[in-house]
């Protein structure tokens, strides 16, 4: 009965959607569609159909990684049996002030895939809280699992997830693990779907130069009805951009949430120190610490080291998203603040690793990183610049374009596999425009960070000058570039 109400409910939205569109449309002056005129709805759209062609391409390219690349793959490495097997799976979690509730369907779904999936196995749990630990052991308890099921302890002080990484990787290191070994590091709020690690580890038999790859990511958002649509939009993206940087075996990051690496990788002290205590060297901010961003870290590390990247789209987790604040505009802004800046910090850096490190596509993704924060914003900009001097048609035939295109855009996202609602078009042109805008902001402050779980930030140990001169550059250089950008659209219009 919920899934007839949710259906019915959703084609309501879609219904009134539609007839908004229409409404705009019957409101319009019939030159907006007449091809012979300068108010052509398509000309006005012109003017960021470039922006549009980068996605184009991950489309193309995630579509032939997924419906043709992908599945060729996984016959290979299904013919290969028994010799892609590991020598032994260890599952690193890492959880700090997690609910105890999402902490035992956690540990839980990792103690049954280490039990089903036939391989010798060591669950690692990097914990911080004595809670945990009792729950863990009544929980391993229950299970009972078979004498090749192994369970270890690593307790940390509370002071951030790549310590508790850090702390995982030496005690695996412990153990001495061979080359045929592999590590999957699980984030404490992520429940296993059962076979994910049979799914996963046959690609680094067959590909040899492959020193991590990562999960599809499917999500439970403990929150509204907008903040749930929203997250569930972000891995529809993420599922389409992984697909097409899969086909040439360069995803962009090893996400907290479920990744695997050889155990070669994460007991090699470089790759440690990566994870650890990452930096950036800024020509203005300074040199300071990644407090965030492991995911970003760890993927930098493997491109310096010399390995490849991969993603298998069949090998599904399942997050629980809890929501830094009750308001989603409040809740979306943090969470932006937090993934664009580990975006950010990392992206300079990445390109310095060069084309013949990266080759060429990856190359031009991360040069689109760093361009798209301002390319977001022209086509709203030209018509609010458009309307104020030649009426407010040109604001109108703006909004039909970009209600069109986000519903197109939305169609698309259903292609991969995820499920799309009503919402979407709406939440895309929002986190367009309101990304766009965050990037810019922590672009010039890419020092400024926090977690959004815990109360944690980093603290340089500054002097009052070098606050004073971080804080006041940084506004300066984003009034100077936002005034430069402005300047040029009226320039230009």
Same mark, same amino acid.
């Given at each position: 009965?919920?899934?007839l109400?949710?259906?019915?409910?959703?084609?309501?939205? %879609?219904?009134f959607?539609l007839s908004? =569109?229409?409404?705009?449309?019957?409101?319009?002056?019939?030159?907006v569609?007449?091809?012979?005129?300068?108010?052509?709805?398509?000309l006005?759209?012109?003017?960021?159909?470039?922006?549009y062609?980068?996605g184009?391409?991950h489309?193309?390219?995630?579509?032939?990684f997924? +419906?043709l690349?992908?599945?060729? +793959?996984?016959?290979k490495?299904?013919?290969?049996?028994?010799?892609?097997?590991?020598?032994?799976?260890? =599952? =690193?979690?890492?959880?700090?002030?997690?609910?105890? /509730?999402t902490?035992?369907?956690?540990?839980?779904?990792?103690i049954?895939?280490?039990?089903n999936?036939?391989y010798?196995?060591t669950?690692?749990?990097?914990?911080?809280?004595?809670?945990?630990?009792?729950?863990?052991k009544?929980?391993?308890?229950?299970?009972n699992?078979?004498?090749?099921?192994?369970l270890?302890?690593?307790?940390?002080?509370?002071?951030?997830?790549?310590?508790?990484?850090?702390?995982?990787?030496?005690?695996?290191?412990?153990? /001495?693990?061979?080359?045929?070994?592999?590590?999957?590091?699980?984030?404490g709020?992520?429940? /296993?779907?059962?076979?994910?690690?049979?799914?996963?580890?046959?690609?680094?038999?067959l590909?040899?130069?492959?020193?991590?790859?990562?999960?599809?990511?499917?999500?439970?958002?403990?929150?509204?009805?907008?903040?749930?649509?929203?997250?569930?939009?972000?891995?529809?993206?993420?599922?389409?951009? #992984?697909?097409?940087?899969?086909?040439?075996?360069? $995803?962009?990051? #090893?996400?907290?949430? #479920?990744?695997?690496?050889?155990?070669?990788?994460?007991?090699?002290?470089?790759?440690?120190?990566?994870v650890?205590?990452?930096?950036?060297e800024?020509?203005r901010?300074g040199?300071?610490?990644?407090?965030?961003?492991?995911?970003?870290?760890?993927w930098?590390?493997? #491109?310096?080291?010399?390995?490849?990247?991969? +993603?298998?789209?069949?090998?599904?987790?399942?997050?629980?998203?809890?929501?830094?604040?009750?308001?989603?505009l409040?809740?979306?802004?943090?969470?932006?603040?937090? %993934?664009?800046?580990?975006?950010?910090?990392?992206?300079?850096r990445?390109?310095?690793?060069?084309?013949?490190?990266?080759?060429?596509?990856?190359?031009?993704?991360?040069?689109?990183?760093?361009?798209?924060m301002w390319?977001?914003?022209?086509?709203?900009?030209?018509?609010?610049?458009?309307?104020?001097? +030649?009426?407010?048609?040109?604001?109108m $035939?703006?909004?039909?374009?970009?209600?069109?295109?986000?519903?197109?855009?939305?169609?698309?996202?259903?292609?991969?596999?995820?499920?799309i609602?009503?919402?979407?078009?709406?939440?895309?042109?929002?986190?367009?425009i309101?990304?766009?805008?965050?990037?810019i902001y922590?672009?010039?402050r890419?020092?400024?960070?926090?977690?959004t779980?815990?109360?944690?930030?980093?603290?340089?140990? /500054?002097?009052?000058?070098?606050? %004073?001169?971080?804080?006041?550059?940084?506004r300066?250089?984003?009034?100077?570039?936002?005034?430069?950008?402005?300047?040029?659209?009226?320039?230009? $219009?």
């Amino acid at each position: 009965m919920d899934r007839l109400k949710n259906r019915l409910l959703e084609a309501s939205g %879609w219904v009134f959607y539609l007839s908004l =569109l229409g409404v705009m449309a019957l409101a319009l002056p019939g030159s907006v569609f007449d091809p012979e005129s300068r108010n052509y709805l398509l000309l006005i759209g012109a003017i960021g159909i470039w922006r549009y062609s980068m996605g184009a391409v991950h489309f193309v390219r995630g579509m032939l990684f997924l +419906y043709l690349v992908y599945p060729h +793959y996984r016959r290979k490495a299904r013919r290969l049996g028994t010799a892609a097997d590991p020598s032994h799976v260890y =599952l =690193l979690v890492t959880s700090f002030r997690i609910d105890a /509730l999402t902490t035992a369907q956690v540990y839980r779904s990792v103690i049954e895939e280490a039990i089903n999936c036939d391989y010798p196995s060591t669950v690692v749990c990097s914990i911080v809280e004595l809670s945990d630990e009792l729950l863990i052991k009544n929980l391993w308890a229950k299970l009972n699992p078979p004498e090749r099921v192994k369970l270890g302890f690593v307790r940390i002080p509370g002071t951030g997830k790549r310590d508790g990484l850090a702390y995982g990787f030496r005690a695996i290191s412990r153990y /001495l693990p061979d080359a045929r070994a592999v590590v999957a590091v699980v984030d404490g709020d992520t429940v /296993l779907s059962p076979g994910v690690v049979r799914k996963t580890v046959p690609y680094f038999q067959l590909f040899p130069n492959v020193g991590g790859l990562t999960t599809n990511e499917f999500c439970e958002v403990r929150g509204g009805y907008i903040m749930s649509e929203w997250h569930k939009l972000r891995f529809a993206q993420r599922h389409l951009n #992984m697909c097409s940087m899969a086909l040439n075996k360069r $995803v962009l990051t #090893m996400t907290g949430r #479920m990744s695997v690496f050889r155990a070669e990788v994460v007991t090699d002290p470089a790759f440690i120190a990566d994870v650890e205590s990452d930096y950036l060297e800024h020509w203005r901010l300074g040199r300071f610490q990644f407090l965030t961003g492991d995911d970003k870290s760890s993927w930098f590390s493997l #491109m310096r080291l010399g390995y490849d990247t991969f +993603y298998v789209p069949d090998a599904t987790i399942n997050t629980v998203e809890h929501p830094p604040e009750k308001s989603f505009l409040k809740a979306s802004r943090k969470l932006m603040f937090r %993934w664009y800046g580990n975006n950010l910090r990392q992206n300079a850096r990445a390109l310095g690793l060069g084309r013949k490190r990266l080759g060429w596509f990856t190359s031009l993704v991360l040069f689109d990183q760093r361009v798209s924060m301002w390319t977001s914003l022209l086509g709203l900009s030209v018509a609010l610049i458009a309307s104020i001097k +030649y009426g407010i048609v040109f604001m109108m $035939v703006y909004l039909l374009w970009i209600g069109l295109t986000r519903l197109v855009l939305s169609l698309l996202l259903a292609c991969s596999g995820h499920h799309i609602g009503p919402a979407y078009p709406v939440i895309l042109y929002y986190n367009q425009i309101v990304g766009a805008l965050v990037k810019i902001y922590v672009f010039f402050r890419l020092d400024r960070q926090s977690w959004t779980r815990q109360d944690t930030k980093l603290d340089r140990g /500054l002097l009052s000058f070098q606050r %004073w001169f971080n804080t006041w550059s940084s506004r300066a250089m984003t009034f100077s570039a936002a005034s430069i950008f402005i300047a040029t659209l009226l320039v230009l $219009v």
